[in-house]
């Protein structure tokens, strides 16, 4: 029982990181319709921006704010200069995004060292709940609240601002959005660097919780693909449900099928986009 | 001093030069090439540098001449995986015609290679802990100055039965052959013991939150892991933000609580009690010198990476001096490394069983904070540990290698 | 013919060199090397069927690569023999292969790849995880090579030519495919799909049957790849092997019988050679796949093409214009 119960508990603090690492997947993938292949890097890289903040003397919600607009930053630089250049053609694209990932692992590499680094916790977050018996730290709830809190934020940007109208212009039909006069370009620049910026800042809020070391670029764009697929490209809801399905996909499917693990967590994927390629909540392309 | 890899093509262009100059200027000796399998990419890299700072660590103390030759290091990054170990393997066997090969790092990067290095007749100085490679298939060329996977574990079950007087035991380690055969020994001695071990996990070698694992650690006495890589430290904080660590008690095998980590952890590793064949605390000479050096150089407590490539070191330099002007040839240099005993090496004295398996001290320690620093204080010794333990040699051959399934898991609820 | 002399002259120095490589490497590192150049290259050949004239992009084949290796090597460790794990690994290969068209050819563009990778994970994640079955990040050891015609490829330059007759049959077999009607009509449902459906063509046929072409070389490419290593291991299947293969296909140049080749060369004398000089090759081999996508989007082989071409008769033309100057100063 208490098993189960703190499964399910942490389903939902993970599902809260991931969010924070899908949300600018999930707008880039819809606005532009390239699977970013170095969001795990941005992930990575700003985690590691985060720890060198922390290292002088910047507190943890700070660091983890420079970095997200570090990160911003190079993410727009890296769109402006090179993506642009070949845009609508998907394939390079691809390949370049998976290109720097290879540059962003090894820089990582160089100059952070292959040590894993895991920051302490803010104090203030420290500690664990008790109810019952079970221990259950207080930080990974503030995951969970932060990424409400983004989410909201989200929504309101998306919803409720001209820039989130042409955003979702642009989501729905490029070329309409390009023809009634949006700067599809400046926003794809915009949004880019917002989802990389957002990703960095979930590098750095997790980083006490899961620590930062070589090779994580690699083990989180996999779940941001996940999520984005079940969730459905560009659509924020859909990536806030998809992470909260894959934390407890993840949670569940290693404790009690360790052996079928990645199966469990693949196939869905797999499942979803053979039969609704749109995914659960993505509107049906026409 | 720091040796570059740009070493090597000078030496290339050296030995060109010396073949083009008229005899009586090669009165030189050639260089006595030692090659470094090390990981520098992926999640192994943290031990993977230490084992390169260890090792250059020896030679330039020893101002990069052993027994009177002049040394060549090479260093490969097989990248972490068993491939690659195997490329690079080659690439120093065949290429740069190393006369010795140190590492490699992990389990099955060795297990990829041993037939390899037998073929080619290259002795090889192993870190990696593959047990059979020094048992049922020990072989003339490797031998292994650090330990095998299960040779600190027996010893912690032992002190786990005896000493703790535990009773009920899980464990939990890597989905890999390391991890296998540090539990299997550890299950061995405790249920040999009175002990129980009710609970095996093992969790991938690539785990982004340890939560699912740990929640199921429940009703036993303590909880015995043999994380590897920078895998120790994000179980360590996750066992202790879900409070299970103030309620079971932690046990580490040498990988999980290497000194060289302890720069990485906080609070949450106090009171964890580990096995390893190294403590930075060991009071020999060459350790001083030894810790100094990496204090100085690196910036860092040393551990097990580093201390075994610079006794791997000391032991080429022993076997090179016993066989003089005869160390070019890599059949003898395989034998007489394994009749190297040392007195002072950093982890004390050493010599080695007729498999190439080192005999040596084993530590246990218990981990505190001193002076606002953690270490790892030495509060067992176990003296001249072998790899079979007190086990009878014949005896422990004749079973099947430690596995996931051997021991067979009796008690487990 | 002017066009063709040259054209045949490199394809027959080619040949030469290639079969005489033994001789003059003289090395048996080098031989190795060049060994895995090639293994590669028939991996990046048979994704290329997909990617360069399907249209078709895949980051899943290192699964496909992955499977004929596992099942070889489990099949060998379990005591049957080299002939019978061999056919049963290229045999189970296409099977998976077939699995994977039927799931992935639902669509194109973006969401094949995606399926694909997908798809891949899941095998990966088999490999790594099931260690009942697979021997998880163990691996698994494969004790001996086999014979070929009573001959040991034991030795490096044995296997050389064992890789070497694989590839050369590969070569051909992709150079008939290409210029067959099938390869054709395999280019005409990456351009006109529709307009090929109303011709008559059933597209989705077509392009399964190129995904069991490109998945049976693929199997065979896995195949050479663990009698090379002789072990295998999960991350071989990784989302990483996947996309160095089609940084392969791309760098070298989709839709070219050479791209593939130079692309594997590349990624191989990288990793293997370079990394020994360089010490951050990872990142040299990320900034080398940036320029060549950035600069020559079509690959290395048609852009430098385009460069030796566009220099040609940038050098032509100052020729002419200075005879005709010549000509009209002698006048």
């Known amino acids: 029982m208490s098993l189960w119960l703190t499964l399910a508990v942490n389903s939902i603090a993970l599902g809260g990181l991931l969010f924070l690492l899908s949300a600018g997947f999930s707008l880039i993938f819809g606005l532009m319709r390239i699977p970013n292949l170095m969001h795990g890097s941005f992930f990575m890289l700003g985690a590691y921006l985060g720890v060198t903040f922390l290292d002088k003397g910047v507190t943890f919600w700070l660091a983890a704010l420079l970095s997200g607009v570090a990160m911003a930053l190079i993410g727009s630089l890296i769109e402006r200069f090179l993506l642009k250049r070949l845009s609508g053609q998907e394939l390079p694209q691809v390949l370049l995004t998976l290109g720097f990932s290879f540059i962003i692992a090894d820089l990582c590499l160089m100059i952070w060292t292959g040590d894993p680094w895991q920051p302490a916790t803010p104090a203030e977050l420290r500690g664990a709940l008790q109810v019952a018996g079970l221990f259950f730290p207080i930080y990974r709830l503030a995951i969970v609240a932060v990424a409400v809190v983004v989410a909201i934020a989200l929504w309101l940007l998306v919803d409720w601002t001209r820039l989130g109208a042409k955003i979702r212009a642009g989501v729905d039909d490029p070329p309409i959005a390009r023809m009634v006069g949006i700067p599809v370009s400046r926003l794809f620049t915009l949004v880019f660097a917002l989802g990389a910026g957002l990703a960095a800042f979930g590098g750095v809020v997790g980083a006490p919780y899961l620590s930062v070391y070589p090779g994580m670029d690699a083990e989180m764009l996999p779940l941001a693909l996940i999520v984005v697929i079940l969730g459905g490209t560009g659509s924020l809801v859909g990536a806030f449900v998809g992470s909260f399905i894959i934390g407890f996909l993840f949670n569940f499917g290693q404790a009690m099928f360790p052996d079928l693990a990645y199966v469990i967590l693949f196939l869905p994927m797999v499942l979803v986009l053979v039969l609704r390629p749109q995914g659960l909540f993505g509107k049906v392309v026409s | 001093m720091k040796i570059q890899r740009r070493t090597v093509l000078k030496g290339m262009l050296a030995a060109s030069a010396a073949v083009a100059a008229p005899p009586f200027l090669r009165a030189q000796p050639a260089s006595f090439k030692i090659g470094l399998l090390t990981v520098k990419t992926g999640p192994l890299a943290q031990g993977g540098n230490q084992m390169e700072q260890g090792i250059l660590t020896f030679l330039t103390e020893k101002n990069n001449t052993l027994a009177g030759r002049k040394i060549e290091f090479i260093s490969a990054d097989t990248g972490g995986n068993p491939a690659g170990a195997k490329t690079k393997a080659q690439e120093l066997i065949e290429r740069d015609k190393v006369n010795v090969i140190l590492g490699p790092l992990a389990a099955f990067e060795l297990l990829a290679i041993t037939d390899y290095v037998r073929d080619n007749a290259t002795p090889l100085l192993s870190i990696a802990a593959a047990e059979d490679v020094t048992q049922r298939k020990a072989n003339p060329f490797i031998i292994r100055p650090s330990a095998t996977s299960a040779q600190c574990c027996h010893a912690m079950g032992d002190y786990a039965a005896k000493e703790l007087k535990f009773k009920r035991a899980a464990t939990i380690s890597e989905d890999f052959a390391f991890g296998y055969e540090q539990m299997a020994g550890f299950q061995r001695v405790f249920e040999d013991n009175g002990g129980k071990v009710v609970k095996k996990l093992w969790p991938p070698l690539v785990t982004p939150d340890y939560t699912p694992y740990i929640a199921q650690l429940s009703n036993v006495d303590c909880v015995f892991n043999g994380f590897a890589g920078s895998n120790p430290v994000k179980f360590m904080r996750a066992y202790a933000d879900l409070g299970v660590k103030y309620k079971i008690p932690l046990l580490a095998g040498w990988t999980a609580m290497d000194d060289a980590l302890l720069k990485s952890l906080s609070d949450e590793a106090i009171g964890v009690i580990s096995a390893a064949w190294y403590s930075s605390e060991a009071n020999t000479p060459s350790n001083k010198r030894f810790v100094e050096a990496m204090q100085k150089n690196y910036l860092t407590l040393p551990g097990g990476y580093s201390a075994g490539m610079y006794v791997a070191g000391q032991c080429v330099e022993a076997a090179m001096q016993m066989l003089g002007d005869k160390a070019d040839d890599r059949t003898a240099l395989a034998a007489a490394l394994h009749k190297v005993s040392l007195t002072d090496t950093p982890r004390g004295a050493v010599k080695f069983d007729s498999y190439g398996n080192v005999i040596g001290d084993v530590f246990i320690r218990r981990c505190e904070r001193k002076g606002g620093q953690l270490v790892n204080t030495v509060i067992k010794t176990y003296p001249n540990v072998s790899q079979f333990w007190t086990y009878d040699e014949k005896a422990f051959l004749a079973n099947p290698v430690y596995s996931r399934d051997y021991p067979p898991a009796k008690n487990l609820e | ?331």
Do not use: C
């Open chain 3, 1 to 331: 013919m002017s066009g063709r002399a040259p054209r045949l002259a490199a394809i027959g120095v080619a040949i030469v060199l290639l079969l005489t490589l033994p001789a003059w490497v003289a090395n048996s590192y080098y031989v190795n090397v060049a060994s895995q150049i090639l293994l590669w290259a028939v991996a990046a050949l048979a994704l290329n069927v997909l990617v360069g004239y399907g249209g078709l992009v895949s980051l899943g084949h290192a699964a496909l690569f992955g499977t004929a290796g596992y099942t070889a090597a489990l099949l060998l460790q379990a005591g049957h023999g080299h002939f019978v794990a061999d056919f049963a690994a290229i045999g189970f290969t296409l099977l998976v292969s077939a699995i994977f068209a039927i799931l992935s050819l639902r669509s194109t563009g973006i969401t094949f790849l995606m399926i694909t990778l997908a798809l891949g994970q899941i095998l990966w994640g088999i490999a790594y995880r099931w260690a009942s079955l697979t021997q998880g990040d163990n691996g698994v050891n494969v004790t001996t090579r086999p014979h070929l015609f009573g001959i040991s490829l034991a030795t490096a330059d044995a296997f050389y030519y064992a890789v070497l007759a694989a590839f050369a049959l590969a070569v051909i077999s992709m150079a008939i495919f290409v210029n067959s009607p099938f390869g054709a009509s395999l280019r005409g449902t990456r351009d006109q799909p529709r307009r090929m459906n109303a011709l008559g063509y059933n597209v989705w046929l077509i392009r399964f049957l190129a995904f069991l072409f490109s998945g049976f070389w693929t199997g065979v490419a896995g195949l050479l790849f663990v009698y090379y290593n002789q072990f295998i291991s999960p991350q071989i299947m990784a989302l990483q092997t996947s996309a160095e293969i089609l940084l392969m296909v791309i760098s070298g140049g989709t839709a070219t019988l050479l791209g593939p080749i130079a692309g594997a060369a590349i990624v191989v004398i990288m990793k293997n050679v370079a990394s020994a000089y360089i010490e951050r090759w990872n990142l040299v081999l990320g900034v080398i796949f940036v320029l060549i996508i950035s600069f020559m989007p079509d690959g290395l082989i048609p852009g430098t093409t385009r460069i030796w071409r566009y220099g040609w008769q940038a050098l032509r033309a100052r020729i002419a214009s200075a005879r005709s100057v010549r000509r009209a100063g002698a006048s």
